[in-house]
């Protein structure tokens, strides 16, 4: 069993997490600003955790990461200003990687999409910009870590129903749904194959196990 903490523990991929990993026996804590949302994610099999981790500092986050095993950032500000956007994609989720380190929890899975690059190419008069330069900026402090990091870049991301399948090797962005993804996730969890890795993924032919294991 395996104590896992995931930041963003009510987002649409988070809430297709949750119960795989609390069938196959891991401790799942979710982190959640809204307590509205406690309910959704006790039903998913995860336990809430009420936190503003944009308003936290790195002792606070530090506290709630301790006695955990690994940390999932599934968190984002969701296409707020620019200024949000940067609060949270960036800025929110370095002071969480520095407080895992402060923590002593070594493993930290951040779910970014697969065109983040300090070279994504999207122009500052696009609206998207803001999101691509704090994905991009977290992506790279999260390499610059000593922290036992992966870094999960799925492509367009669809509400299919899970096939179990991915395509690890194409250098073009595609699609793959989000039960996918999660399955992804859970998969990096324990393959140490994952360790300082940046996987971008699409729907595929490979088996996501496989894939982890052999990319």
Same mark, same amino acid.
């Given at each position: 069993? +395996? !104590?896992?903490?995931?930041? &963003?523990? /009510?987002?649409?991929?988070?809430?297709?997490?949750?119960?795989?990993?609390? +069938?196959r026996g891991d401790?799942?804590?979710?982190?959640?600003r809204?307590?509205? /949302?406690? +309910?959704?994610?006790?039903?998913?099999?995860?336990?809430?955790l009420?936190?503003?981790?944009?308003a936290?500092? !790195?002792?606070?986050?530090?506290?709630v990461?301790?006695? @955990?095993d690994?940390? =999932?950032?599934?968190?984002?500000?969701? &296409?707020?200003?620019?200024?949000?956007?940067?609060?949270v994609?960036?800025? $929110?989720?370095v002071?969480?990687m520095?407080?895992?380190?402060?923590?002593?929890v070594?493993?930290?899975?951040? =779910?970014s999409?697969?065109?983040?690059?300090?070279? @994504? &190419?999207?122009?500052?008069?696009?609206?998207? @910009?803001?999101?691509?330069?704090?994905?991009?900026?977290?992506?790279?402090?999260? *390499?610059s870590?000593?922290?036992?990091?992966?870094?999960?870049?799925?492509?367009?991301?669809?509400?299919?129903?899970?096939?179990?399948?991915?395509d690890?090797?194409?250098?073009?962005?595609?699609?793959?749904?989000? $039960?996918? =993804?999660?399955?992804?996730?859970? &998969?990096t969890? =324990?393959?140490?194959?994952?360790? *300082?890795?940046?996987?971008?993924?699409? $729907?595929?032919?490979?088996?996501i196990?496989?894939?982890?294991?052999e /990319?």
């Amino acid at each position: 069993m +395996a !104590r896992i903490l995931i930041i &963003g523990g /009510h987002g649409k991929i988070a809430l297709l997490l949750e119960p795989l990993l609390a +069938a196959r026996g891991d401790d799942v804590t979710a982190v959640i600003r809204n307590p509205d /949302h406690a +309910a959704d994610v006790r039903d998913a099999g995860g336990t809430p955790l009420v936190f503003d981790i944009e308003a936290a500092g !790195r002792e606070a986050i530090a506290e709630v990461i301790a006695g @955990h095993d690994a940390v =999932v950032w599934s968190a984002g500000a969701g &296409g707020g200003t620019p200024e949000r956007t940067r609060a949270v994609d960036f800025e $929110a989720a370095v002071r969480s990687m520095d407080a895992a380190a402060d923590a002593g929890v070594s493993r930290y899975v951040m =779910v970014s999409y697969f065109g983040s690059s300090p070279q @994504h &190419g999207i122009p500052a008069s696009n609206s998207f @910009h803001a999101y691509a330069q704090a994905k991009a900026d977290a992506d790279e402090y999260l *390499r610059s870590t000593a922290l036992d990091w992966t870094v999960l870049a799925p492509s367009r991301l669809t509400f299919d129903a899970p096939t179990g399948l991915i395509d690890v090797t194409s250098e073009n962005s595609d699609e793959v749904s989000r $039960a996918d =993804v999660a399955r992804v996730i859970a &998969g990096t969890l =324990v393959e140490p194959a994952t360790i *300082r890795r940046t996987i971008r993924f699409n $729907a595929g032919d490979q088996p996501i196990e496989s894939a982890l294991r052999e /990319h």
